[in-house]
């Protein structure tokens, strides 16, 4: 069995999109575990991840399904005494997978195709009501959807482009 | 007060009653809103895949409403809000990200105005409108209603962004319900998530967070839960016998938004705020509300 490596260089990578955020000040103090949503449900352990992050052992967490069960609730955020935010890093991770090509649930990716077809990520549904009447925006009188104008979809290419 | 609007994804294609519910009841307390150019992602959902692109959509949105020539914009959706607030703040802290977005955005002719305020439901009623005006403006307040309010994640938090609330204790919808005449009550779970998020990738957990808090809800013997987010409603009302199914529960809680709520103490046309579109055994609520 051989060791785990320090990967230092997608270390930077996810500290240089952390700005302002020092993820050395952690202390382990497990505030951001012990108020996590997906704890319970799906064992994310933030403490766990930051410590692994500070190691440089990063080359496991891009393929990894743990950051993917992040709910975003924020409370890691609002309640690390440290500023060094468990949800600001795992969102760094999910950029990193994308980059290396790792299985990401498609469901992200389907939103990014939606984005540039649309503007919008889903299309506009019809609702069945409780009387199983069916209704859509027309029936209920709301404004026209208005897409991007055509200039959009371009620049939005080019800034998925950027790290 | 004229303000821009932003709606979101989830409101304009499904969440309808939020959206309705918002066209009726603001008009009435003097607040226009006017419609941005266009329809567009806010941005939320690719942060995950490209956290600058999600930046880049959220100042976006921003410079669209700066071409109305309006200071404020409304941002009803907490997901949408939250993006389009940390979008400001990266603006406003990041040099090289806000280089490289005007740049951006200077291809398309627009231009990011730093001075636009974002509001979101709560504190444009609760701060900018005003308690008093709203008790003053309710015809017929919901006497002996009693109710659970669920004021959802990312409008509460983080705090350095400047949040609509309290992180912790968030008063400010509780304080609106009290406005239109109805009591709520407190619950350890008030601050437990809707579990949205994982819809996209841990969908039966997403549920499992749903049922749970519904779970905890019912038990509270309440009339509705209250929220003000269109994610939260769609876990919570739209979804809400699948999650029941998840946490092995028979649930029937009736969720509204707010402005629903608000909508009734106004004495609008049930339908005309969308109480028709509303998944939940709203009916059980309705019959409640006084004549």
């Known amino acids: ?83 060094a935010s468990p949800y600001h890093v795992i969102m760094a991770l999910r950029n990193l997978a994308v980059e290396k090509e790792a299985k990401i649930p498609e469901a992200y990716l389907k939103a990014v195709s939606q984005i540039l077809e649309t503007g919008l990520i889903e299309t506009p549904q019809k609702i069945v009501t409780r009387k199983m009447e069916t209704l859509d925006r027309d029936c209920l009188k709301l404004p026209k959807i208005k897409p991007p104008k055509e200039s959009f979809q371009a620049v939005f290419m080019k800034a998925m482009e950027e790290k | 007060m004229k303000t821009a609007v932003f709606w979101g994804c989830c409101i304009l294609t499904g969440q309808y009653a939020y959206e309705m519910s918002l066209r009726e009841v603001l008009p009435r307390l003097d607040i226009e809103l006017v419609d941005l150019r266009e329809s567009v992602c806010c941005g939320d959902p690719i942060r995950s895949v490209n956290d600058f692109t999600a930046n880049y959509l959220g100042a976006r949105i921003i410079s669209l409403a700066n071409l109305t020539g309006l200071d404020n ?55 900018f409108v005003g308690l008093e005006k709203i008790k003053k403006t309710v015809v017929k307040p919901l006497k002996g209603l009693k109710v659970a309010t669920h004021v959802g994640c990312q409008i509460i938090r983080y705090s350095d962004l400047g949040r609509v609330d309290d992180a912790e204790n968030p008063r400010k919808l509780d304080d609106l319900v009290a406005a239109i005449g109805a009591e709520t009550v407190n619950y350890a779970e008030k601050l437990d998530c809707c579990g949205s998020a994982l819809l996209r990738s841990h969908p039966d957990s997403a549920l499992s967070l749903a049922g749970s808090k519904l779970k905890a809800v019912q038990n509270l013997t ?70």
Not at chain 2, 96 to 119: C, D, M, T
Not at chain 2, 227 to 238: A, E, H, I
């Open chain 1, 1 to 83: 069995m051989s060791m785990a490596k320090p990967n230092l260089e997608s270390r930077e990578k996810i500290l240089a999109k952390l700005s302002g955020r020092e993820l050395v000040n952690c202390f382990q103090c497990i505030k951001c575990t012990s108020g996590c949503t997906a704890l319970k449900l799906l064992e994310l352990k933030p403490h766990e991840i930051i410590k692994l992050v500070n190691l440089g052992l990063v080359d496991e967490l891009p393929s990894s399904d743990i950051i993917w069960t992040c709910v975003t609730c924020l409370k890691c955020v609002q309640r690390c005494p440290q500023k």
């Open chain 2, 73 to 127: 914009l409304l941002v009803p959706c907490n997901r949408c809000h939250f993006t389009i607030s940390e979008a400001k703040s990266n603006m406003n802290n990041s040099p090289k990200i806000s280089r490289r977005i005007r740049a951006l955005l200077k291809e398309e002719s627009l231009e990011y105005n730093p001075n636009i305020k974002v509001w979101h439901t709560i504190d444009l009623l609760h701060d």
């Open chain 2, 222 to 291: 309440v009339d509705s839960l209250v929220v003000s987010c269109p994610d939260c409603q769609l876990m919570f009302d739209v979804r809400q016998k699948d999650a029941g199914t998840t946490v092995g529960a028979k649930l029937s809680v009736p969720v509204v938004y707010y402005t629903q709520l608000l909508g009734l103490a106004l004495n609008i046309d049930e339908r005309k705020i969308g109480l028709n579109l509303n998944q939940s055994s709203v009916d059980q609520l309705l019959s409640k509300i006084p004549a």
